[in-house]
Each structure stands twice: as structure tokens, then as C-alpha cells.
């Protein structure tokens, strides 16, 4: 454990310059007087690493030091073909410098490790598109990109619910979610989300963009992410649901799939539970009722057991014939 947490010090120092103890303890959830002491190994050991003292200090590599010790496991290697995603690559602009990446990787590996890295490249591949949906239009997306890697500002006209107005984005990170890309970005004091298919008239400025140094796009989009399934579920509809319903419930998502399994009562003798629907609203809850069919019984609102009985209603004299 110690051997593998210096030889990332190391590795960390090569790739970042200069990092303080307590980023460092951060990194390796260590205490800073552990970091100390593994600094002390690494100087001990032959390696040229000094100390800057004062609020801006840190630890970092005598300048045109380069660690020799880049070697990557079999595993490690393996995994890096499965990191590429020709597709969204592709839409990136970035498919032929992928594919010559690749080809250097292969080249640079032993000989005992090529065989095993070609079978995981042609046994596995990912796909990140729902089924039934295509590619959204992505006229944009590469200059978006250039302007994320460039730290520049955006311009560009945005629609939203059949309107279009403009926006200036300070671009912090682009997410591919099923199939879709989307931009997280700054506009004013906020941290918003937009759909890069939306975007139209976008141009690169000649404005830096100043990215704020605590920003960590990975949780950012979890905790947005979970905000927003837990926000889009405003009503709530209380069912009966036989075995097979419940079995059902995952077509209607993971989120209400959960939310009935956590208030489910005991089942009757039929095998039947009672439980509570998350719905987006009544009229989108009529269509997910609808697609469980006879496997489930609206309880409740009044309302929204009215709504569903006069839909059936209805669908029953369209058939009656």
C-alpha cells in the first residue's frame, strides 16, 4: 500500500507540478503528517522533490525531472481500450487521433500483453444510445468542445420550449447521458445545464474563460442529476399493483420503481400490494398508468382516479363494436 501511494505521489507530481501536503492528503485520504513523511521517503529514496514554503508553496519535481516508472500493469493497460468511445469520438472530432492513440498504445505494450489488449478491443463495445432513438443533430458540438479545451467564453442563441433567446456561456464540462451531449456551463453566477442539440448560431469569443478552481464536474453532475429526477415527480398517486405490475414498474424508470418498492405493504391473497407512484403530473401519470394495463388499480387522488376511469371509459365504447 505504501510502495503503490509514492509511486503515485510521484506519478501526481510528474503530471500536476506543484501540489500542496493537504491536496495530497486529500487525494490519498491520508493525514498530512503521512504525506510528510512519504516525501521524506521519496527524498530519501533519490528522488529530487523540494518544498516551497508559504500559502502558494507545495511540493513539486526538480524542473526536467521525469519519473521512469510509467510502466502500466496488464490490467491497466487492458482497460484503456475500453475507454474510448469510437461514436461519441467521432462527434467530438477526435476518431482519427483515438484511433492512432490506440495504435501507439498497442505498439508500446510487451508483446505478452498485446494479444489479451486486442481481445478486449474486439470483444467489447460500447454503445451509450438508447434503443429507438437516434443521434441528435450535433452541427455545434466540436466548436463547443474547442471552446471548453480552449477556456473560452461562448456566444450562441439557445432554444427552449419553441422560444429562442440568446446566452453567453463560460463552458465548464460536456456530459454524454444516454446518447445525449450536454453542456455545463456558467451563465452569469449560475451553473446550468443545456442541451448542445439545442444550441444554434454558437461562436468561440476571444473572451478567457477564468474556470473556477474548486469545480469538479463529476459530482456536479451527480448531485444536479439527482436533483432533478427528485424535482421532476411533483404528484403522487397511490395503486394496487399484482405481481406481474410490479415487475412492470421498472418501465416506467428506475426512480418510481424504487419509490413503490419502498411503500409497499404486505400483499393481499391475491398477491396484489398497495403502494404510492411517483408521476410527473396527471396528465403524463395517465400515460404510465396506462402502460401497466390490467396489472394495476388507481386508488387515488379522487381526481386522478376520475381521470383514468373516464379514459378507459372512453377507450372501452371506442371498442365496444
Known amino acids: 500500500m505504501l510502495a503503490s501511494r509514492l509511486l503515485s505521489i510521484l506519478m501526481l507530481l510528474q503530471a500536476r507540478g506543484r501540489m500542496s501536503a493537504s491536496a495530497l492528503a486529500a487525494e490519498f485520504e491520508v493525514s498530512v503528517r503521512t504525506i510528510h513523511r512519504d516525501i521524506d521517503q521519496l527524498s530519501a529514496a533519490g528522488i529530487p522533490v523540494y518544498a516551497d514554503r508559504g500559502r502558494s508553496g507545495g511540493f513539486q519535481l526538480m524542473d526536467g ?3 521512469k516508472l510509467t510502466g502500466l500493469t496488464q490490467p491497466e493497460a487492458e482497460s484503456l481500450f475500453l475507454a474510448g468511445l469510437p461514436g461519441p469520438a467521432a462527434q467530438l472530432g ?4 483515438l484511433h492512432a492513440a490506440r495504435l501507439k498504445l498497442m505498439a508500446a505494450l510487451p508483446a505478452n500483453m498485446q494479444p489479451n489488449a486486442e481481445r478486449i478491443a474486439s470483444r467489447f463495445h460500447l454503445d451509450p444510445v438508447a434503443w429507438f432513438r437516434g443521434q441528435d443533430p450535433l452541427p455545434q458540438l466540436q466548436t463547443v468542445a474547442q471552446a471548453l479545451w480552449g477556456e473560452r467564453w461562448l456566444k450562441l442563441r439557445y432554444r427552449n420550449s419553441g422560444e429562442i433567446y440568446g446566452r453567453k456561456l463560460g463552458p465548464l464540462g460536456l456530459v454524454l447521458k444516454g ?5 455545463v456551463a456558467m451563465s452569469g453566477k449560475s451553473i446550468r445545464t443545456y442541451r ?3 444550441m444554434l448560431d454558437v461562436e468561440v469569443t476571444g473572451e478567457p474563460f477564468l474556470r473556477p478552481r474548486k469545480f469538479d464536474l463529476v459530482e456536479h453532475w451527480e448531485q444536479s442529476s439527482s436533483a432533478y429526477e427528485a424535482g421532476v415527480y411533483r404528484e403522487e398517486a397511490e395503486v394496487r399493483l399484482s405481481p406481474r405490475g410490479m415487475e412492470r414498474l421498472e418501465t416506467l424508470g428506475s426512480h418510481v ?3 413503490a418498492t419502498n411503500t409497499a405493504e404486505k400483499p393481499d391473497r391475491a398477491g396484489w400490494v398497495r403502494c404510492r407512484l411517483p408521476l410527473e403530473n396527471f396528465d403524463l401519470g395517465l400515460r404510465d398508468v396506462l402502460r401497466l394495463g390490467e396489472e394495476v388499480q388507481v386508488l387515488g387522488p379522487p381526481a386522478f382516479r376520475a381521470q383514468v376511469a ?3 371509459k372512453t377507450l372501452a ?3 365496444r363494436d
Open 65 to 67: 525531472y521525469r519519473t
Open 94 to 97: 477526435l476518431s482519427d487521433v
Open 179 to 183: 446518447g445525449v451531449w450536454y453542456l
Open 196 to 198: 448542445v442539440a439545442q
Open 257 to 259: 420503481a424504487a419509490a
Open 310 to 312: 373516464k379514459t378507459l
Open 317 to 319: 365504447a371506442r371498442y
